[in-house]
């Protein structure tokens, strides 16, 4: 092989990490993205248990306050 040669093959390797390297970046872009989504998620989750465990709390003192006397 002659050199120009040599020189084409090196630049078709370079143009390939090019790509590879950008393809990288996108991807760890986009897990970034995702781990933001995630996290979003599940505080969202966090609050909504929450919320829902006080207003079974709210329901069960409600309903024992309802609850007619059964002294006699």
Do not use: C, F, W
């Amino acid at each position: 092989m002659s050199n120009p040669e040599y020189q084409e093959i090196i630049q078709e390797y370079k143009e390939q990490v090019r790509i590879l390297k950008q393809e990288v970046a996108e991807l760890q872009d986009a897990g970034k993205a995702k781990d933001s989504a995630n996290k979003r998620t599940l505080q969202k989750l966090e609050h909504v248990t929450q919320d829902l465990d006080d207003a079974n709390k709210k329901i069960e003192e409600l309903e024992k306050s309802n609850q007619p006397n059964t002294k006699e």
